[in-house]
């Protein structure tokens, strides 16, 4: 059975710094590219970030320069620290994987809960 569970959500004030992780199961996870994204109260789910299978990343404009997406694979983990946050990073955020080998098998985690608040 196939699990992605993210953690690391929480409540932060602006300005403040979580990393978020993504926790693999089921797969064999270093033939998976994994993204991030992200549901805002009342938005539609946006893209965040992606690492590919071989490591290489790509990121939203909005959060570029304030997340580092990395990998580990001998851990089936993907991590997304975060920093500099803004309420505007209100959202749940949830990890999703992809097959990199046929691109049609993917898979999504439950989420985590990130609020940004004073």
């Known amino acids: 059975q196939v699990q992605l569970v993210e953690s690391g959500g929480g409540l932060v004030q602006p300005g403040g710094s979580l990393r978020l992780s993504c926790a693999a199961s089921?797969?064999?996870?270093?033939?998976?590219?994994i993204d991030w994204y992200r549901q805002g109260p009342g938005k539609q789910r946006e893209y965040v970030a992606s690492?590919?299978?071989?490591?290489?990343?790509n990121y939203a404009n909005s959060v570029k320069g304030r997340i580092t997406i990395s990998r580990d694979n001998a851990k089936n983990t993907v991590y997304l620290p975060m920093n500099s946050l803004i309420p505007e990073d209100t959202a749940v955020y949830y990890c999703?994987?992809?097959?990199?080998?046929?691109?049609?098998?993917?898979?999504w985690g439950q989420g985590t809960q990130v609020t940004v608040s004073s």
């Open positions: 089921g797969i064999t996870f270093r033939l998976y590219d």
């Open positions: 999703h994987a992809i097959y990199t080998l046929d691109r049609r098998s993917h898979y």
């Open positions: 690492i590919t299978s071989v490591g290489s990343t």
